[in-house]
């Protein structure tokens, strides 16, 4: 490998590029689905190259290749180059990198059983003997169970000087129960979107997944027969998966900082978070500080450096209810007066470009006790997990659905209520953040499926929060 980083870097110091870089990617996945009782997945995939991105009078190129070697380096350096020199004549305006320090590193996710070591015969006795606690109600139809694991071995090194060696592990587990009466009902654990992190098999211990099967059960049961959430406003609290999607789709998608200045529009929209809003526009309440952090012990964004070669580090994209920062890169980072990136630049896999991705992006705790959120509410619905979402291209006007709520009435939890949902616009949602429960509370939820980009890239990241309420929110059963 190091072979093939010091001749790429040879050749773009030699042909004199504004800056140059290559990635190697060699990755391991494994998924596990269990379907009731048969397995409808059991995959094992490799994939080994890399991609070399170049910057050439303000013009960028990229080439990738998964032949590993030095005819071939050789060969996509030069493609590379020739594709920025064509790009060159064509940008409206040159790119200028902000600057940044070269580095010399090896980084690796914190684990304590790698997940590879674990065999698929006990990770599939987990899956079977949840699916089994599942179907024993012959109310509950299907019954889905999944693992997935991913280890990225990443080697990078550019024209600045840089050679960084990571190791990015990731573990997950989940599943769902399906109930069919007069209509039909979900319930999921640990969330519709959220079973990921980047940790070992330690993870998929911690979940309990056998011991959550039953509750999960009986919910998805109890739902065909609960009423009809109400159509009215009233208080929102929110927690679980949901509050994390929450925070992806109506602040991290609006943060990122290529989307606002446009880059995004023409196929997944802008931003209502313009640039002349920096450091002056109330997002949320005083209480609401979203912290993005690549540092973050479990998030699946966390990582040594990003695909700039940028150091990982924590900034607020909201502080204090202001809006304080964005997702960047070094490409755009100039465009807000910063000097540095701040390390959002990411890649799916060796032949895909870097792009501006969220990061790691938390609700930062508050000083609530849960149940006194719930016991000074006089009417409201507490809302979990994710069933459905919709939002506009500039991450304003949003719809969310979930899997199930209970009505709260003078302090105290009356009953269940099935299919909820609420909208709402994005800044006055969050201006009406009334109450976040402290750190005791506060966890790691993963999204391992964001898609950006064209040609569509998926990506990975971690959203943290506590259960937080939300005043006279506009509820309704669908």
């Not at 072979?3 to 030699?14: G, P, Q, S, T």
């Not at 071995?153 to 069919?180: D, M, P, R, W």
């Not at 009953?415 to 994005?426: A, C, L, R, S």
């Amino acid at each position: 490998m190091n072979d093939m980083l010091k001749r790429a870097v040879e050749i773009m110091k030699f042909k004199r590029v504004d800056f140059g870089d290559i990635r190697i990617i060699d990755e391991q996945q494994q998924n596990i689905n269990v379907k009731n009782t048969e397995i409808t997945e059991l995959k094992n995939d490799t994939t080994l190259g890399f991609g070399v991105r170049v910057l050439y009078s303000g013009g960028w190129g990229f080439a990738s290749s998964n032949k590993m070697t030095l005819p071939e380096v050789e060969r996509v350096v030069e493609l590379a180059i020739d594709i920025a020199k064509a790009s060159s004549n064509l940008v409206n305006s040159k790119v200028r990198l902000s600057k940044e320090e070269s580095y010399t590193d090896v980084w690796k996710t914190p684990c304590l059983i790698d997940p590879f070591s674990v065999s698929v015969e006990k990770k599939l006795e987990t899956l079977f003997s949840v699916n089994n606690i599942l179907l024993k109600n012959p109310k509950i139809k299907t019954a889905n169970s999944k693992m997935s694991f991913i280890k990225t071995h990443k080697y990078y090194a550019s024209t600045e000087n840089s050679f960084i060696e990571q190791v990015l592990i990731y573990s997950g587990a989940g599943y769902n129960a399906v109930a069919i009466g007069d209509d039909v009902q979900v319930r999921s654990y640990p969330g519709a979107h959220a079973f990921m992190l980047s940790m070992g098999y330690e993870y998929v211990d911690s979940l309990k997944l056998v011991e959550n099967a039953e509750r999960v059960r009986e919910e998805a049961i109890a739902l065909l027969t609960a009423p009809l959430c109400p159509s009215d406003d009233r208080d929102l609290i929110i927690y679980g998966d949901q509050l994390a999607l929450q925070i992806h789709e109506s602040c991290g998608h609006a943060s990122e900082l290529d989307r606002v200045l446009g880059y995004e529009e023409s196929y997944a929209g802008s931003s209502f978070l313009t640039t002349d809003k920096l450091g002056k526009f109330r997002y949320g309440s005083d209480i609401v500080n979203l912290v993005a952090d690549t540092t973050l012990p479990g998030g699946l964004a966390t990582c040594g450096y990003d695909d700039d070669g940028v150091k990982a580090q924590r900034w607020h994209i909201v502080k204090n209810g202001i809006l304080s920062g964005y997702m960047t890169n070094r490409e755009f980072c100039n465009r807000i007066g910063d000097k540095k990136s701040m390390g959002a630049n990411r890649a799916d896999s060796y032949h895909s470009i870097p792009i501006i991705r969220i990061t790691n992006l938390g609700l930062m705790p508050g000083e609530w006790e849960y149940d006194d959120i719930i016991k000074s509410t006089k009417k409201g619905v507490i809302l979990e997990n994710n069933r459905s979402w919709s939002i506009d291209q500039k991450r304003l006007n949003f719809q969310f659905g979930c899997e199930i709520g209970w009505i709260i009435e003078n302090g105290k939890i009356k009953k269940m209520v099935k299919n909820p949902v609420y909208q709402g616009i994005t800044h006055k949602f969050w201006r009406s953040c009334d109450a976040i429960a402290n750190e005791k509370y506060w966890k790691l939820y993963g999204v391992s499926n964001c898609g950006k980009g064209q040609p569509g890239q998926i990506f990975k990241m971690t959203h943290a929060s506590s259960p937080a309420r939300f005043k006279n929110v506009k509820i309704f059963g669908r």
